[in-house]
């Protein structure tokens, strides 16, 4: 409506706008986040001759910040430079928002320092939006010095600016700040609200603190504030890290047996959530039957929930189940991510499937994702543990062919199948690749060597081995002297 009086303003002939008018239709502009159509009336406002002021430049610049446009916000602060139009601390305020809010956290830091260098005292907004800024930038211990100067500064806490306080202290898992800052608000008579609540629920179960994380579930309904989705679901990852899956799952029962809605978005959150920490927890049976209690439901699982569900099955070694998901997750059109893949080649890995193992690399190959050492090593030891010396082999030339650097358990499970197909030579190159290449060998390696060596009727070099893990100070096992007296009696 101001901005369709401006246009009928400007159509009447004997009107001439003056810049009060344009700084309204300007701040129009702002409420309504118009950032394309501020900067234009800034730009006729100048070519109308009408100086431009604090007010309209400031508005045009909130008009940017609320559209996500940090860099045009920016500008607009330059362009009141070059116009000797001196920037006042709401100028300074929403460029420092924008930047915060795009990532641009040093470029935030460098204007609230700029703002404190001039006439202007920083108010509750300018630090609150550094605090803020400090947060996307995980620079928390910033926002806490922060958090101290504006008390230095005699600004009061509020509510807005803890809640970003503890945020960014939530991002980096510092659980004993953020609490702090809760004490502080308490202590101060400020009510926290539900989003502070989540933030340091969150903050602990970042710091693997879930009995606290619990703790401050039931202070806030004890404080009259209702838990909502985030969270339980904060608290059941906590739980889930912890390894207490018993606790999260009386915790979904409560989500689930509740009046929260469960939207499409937060429901994945909750279900991986839980699945999650039936995995961790070596549940795969939980997990298989919440995986199909939520495609029951109708809720379809992502690619997330999925993988948690697969990482599962693959942890106890339920193979046959993983294949199941896997093939499931085809049927529902859900694209796998290198987590997936990995997932599901290990299953197959610990059920000597080799077969499947290798078509999912295969697989895998042939998308834009490039496979990674797990996905390989995982590959190989299937192929190793099946005895199929040659299809190691194989694999490991696509590995050196892709560039994926192998790591220890690689060249461990290729001795071992090398060994285990009498190919005794091919195993110690292995293993003289392994000291070449600077890592130092475990007694896993050496005693695949060891068994190498005896399948090849080199009882000599089997004892050359077993002295050199001795002279190492690592500590033989039964195995190692188990392949060195198998060398002998050989």
Known sequence: LALSLHKMMLQSTPLVPDTATYSAA?????????????????????????LLNDIACSAAITACQKSGRWQQALGLLGTMRDDAVVPSCISYNAVIAACGRAGQWQLALGL????????????????????SACGKGEQWQQALDFLSEMQDDDLALD???????????????????????????LRAHLVPDVIIYNSCITACEKGNRWLRALALLQMMQGKGVVPNVISYNAAMT???????????????????????????????????????????????????????????????????????????CEKCEQWQLAI?????????????????????????????????????????????????????SATVSACEKSGQWQQTLGVLEEMQSDAVPPNLFTYNAAISACGNGDKWQQALGFLEVVLKSGSAPDVITYNAAISACGNGDKWQQALGFLEVVLKSGSAPDVITYNAAISACEK
Not at 26 to 50: H, P, Y
Not at 112 to 131: C, E, K, M, Q
Not at 162 to 184: K, P, T
């Open 112 to 131: 609230l320092s700029a703002l404190r260098d001039s006439n202007f005292v920083p108010d509750v907004i300018s630090y609150t939006a550094g605090i």
């Open 324 to 376: 199941h998901l896997w093939c499931q997750m085809m049927e529902d059109g859900v694209v796998p991510n290198l987590i997936t893949y990995n997932a599901a080649i290990s299953a197959c890995e610990k059920g000597k499937r080799w077969p499947f193992a290798i078509y999912l690399l295969g697989v895998l190959r042939g998308t834009k994702m490039m496979p990674d050492v797990i996905s390989y």
């Open 26 to 50: 300007i701040s129009a502009c702002g409420a309504g986040s118009l950032w394309q159509r501020a900067i234009a009336l800034l730009e006729m406002m100048r070519d109308n001759g009408k």
């Open 159 to 185: 509510v807005i600016t803890c809640n970003a306080a503890v945020s960014a202290c939530a991002i980096g898992g510092h659980w004993q700040q953020a609490l702090g800052i809760l004490e502080a608000m």
């Open 238 to 312: 906590a739980c889930g890290n912890g390894e207490e899956w018993q606790q999260a799952l009386s915790l979904f029962d409560v989500i689930l047996t509740s009046d929260l809605v469960l939207d499409d978005s937060s429901a994945l959150i909750t279900y991986n959530a839980i699945i999650t920490a039936c995995r961790k927890g070596k549940q795969w049976q939980r997990a298989w039957e919440i995986l199909e209690a939520m495609r029951s439901d109708g809720k379809l699982p992502n690619v997330s929930v999925y993988s948690a569900a697969l990482s599962a």
